[in-house]
């Protein structure tokens, strides 16, 4: 099946610095979705991208589909910041998200 | 705007009891999801559903059943609890077609 791998698996950060989150993927992507999830609380979605690069606040994101990749660049590191990543993508029209192991960021003053 | 709710946010069940849990959406999508997320993992896909009287089993579907009722609404039983399945079950729902999805804030379920 189709695999999802996301580094690094952690990242610590000071307060202010930016961050490169990556995701690769074992099949061209249709869909692409990063979200964020603070320790015991729930999954939001921050991204939707299944190509090219979008913004918004802070983050940035870039899916190159036919390299299998995308990433997601935080800009000036808040503490608030801190938590587990996700990357998640499907293949061809169906609507299974896979996601990735996550990537756990700690921004620390 | 919407919202996803699920109910219960903690569920407390004894080994080999029968459980369920309920989602409920007002996107007014097609599509609902249930996927289970193991402490500090990614998550699975347990079964979805892409249109009312639609069901589809996913990755991780073996000791659970779901139904979705209406629209709105998508349960899931698990059949008999287990100690090692443990976590959290998040529902989620997008437009059909594949589309972005939006997620619930999960029940979390403990077996005795």
């Known amino acids: 099946g189709q695999q999802v791998q996301q580094s690094p698996a952690s990242l610590v950060l000071q307060e202010g610095e930016n961050a490169e989150l990556q995701c690769n993927f074992s099949?061209?992507?249709?869909?692409l979705q990063w979200f964020y999830q603070r320790p015991g609380g729930s999954l939001v979605s921050l991204l939707y991208?299944?190509?090219g690069t979008k913004h918004t606040g802070r983050l940035t994101s870039t899916t190159v589909t036919k390299e299998r990749r995308s990433s997601l660049h935080i800009s000036s590191s808040q503490i608030t910041d801190s938590g587990t990543y996700f990357c998640?993508?499907?293949?061809?029209?169906?609507?299974?998200?896979?996601f990735g192991q996550g990537t756990v960021l700690s921004v620390i003053p | 705007g919407g919202i996803i709710t699920q109910t219960p946010k903690f569920l407390i069940g004894q080994e080999g009891q029968k459980l369920t849990l309920k989602c409920q959406q007002n996107?007014?999508?097609?599509?609902m999801y249930w996927y289970r997320q193991d402490s500090g993992k990614g998550l699975r896909l347990i079964y979805y559903?892409?249109?009312?009287?639609?069901?589809q089993k996913g990755d991780l579907s073996e000791g659970y059943d779901a139904s979705r009722e209406k629209k709105s609404s998508f349960s899931l039983t698990v059949t008999s609890a287990q100690k090692n399945e443990m976590a959290v079950f998040l529902c989620?729902?997008?437009?059909?077609?594949?589309?972005?999805?939006?997620f619930g804030p999960g029940t979390r379920l403990t077996v005795l």
């Open positions: 989620a729902s997008s437009m059909m077609g594949g589309h972005e999805q939006y």
């Open positions: 099949s061209t992507a249709t869909q």
């Open positions: 991208n299944p190509s």
């Open positions: 998640a993508m499907t293949t061809g029209g169906n609507n299974k998200l896979t």
């Open positions: 996107f007014n999508h097609d599509t």
């Open positions: 559903s892409i249109t009312e009287n639609d069901l």
